[in-house]
């Protein structure tokens, strides 16, 4: 069960790194890119099975805080809304905001804060 909870946290950081980085990268002429979008699915979707596999972990595995992760599923799901509206402004070729754009990824730099700074 480690193993595979282990697998989900490697994936969760894999999509934080695709909302970020792609939003450092473009930080001179911010957009919101669809792999932003797919990052923020692949983190929301791992966060909930993470959050699923924590009563089947061993008490010393993790300690859940339950009201962090709470606040951190909500920004995940304003990035993911966020996201999915950069996605269609983007294949749409029409333009995108600078605020939608640093809401994106800011809004991920949050919850990768809160992740590692809330103990």
């Known amino acids: 069960m480690e193993i595979l909870y282990s697998i989900f946290v490697f994936l969760h950081i894999v999509g934080a790194a695709m909302i970020v980085g792609i939003w450092i990268g473009n930080m001179k002429k ?4 669809p792999r932003q979008f797919d990052g923020a699915m692949l983190q929301l979707i791992t966060g909930v099975i993470m959050m699923g596999l924590i009563p089947a972990m061993p008490d010393d595995f ?6 962090k992760l709470g606040i951190k599923l909500v920004i995940a799901l304003v990035v993911g809304v ?4 950069g996605r269609r402004k983007y294949k749409a070729n029409e333009p995108i905001s600078t ?8 809004l991920a730099l949050l919850n990768i804060a809160l992740a590692t700074l809330w103990n």
Do not use: R
């Open 30 to 33: 911010p957009t919101v890119h």
């Open 82 to 85: 966020l996201a999915f509206i």
């Open 62 to 67: 993790t300690d859940p805080n339950y009201v």
């Open 99 to 106: 605020g939608l754009a640093h809401a994106v990824g800011g």
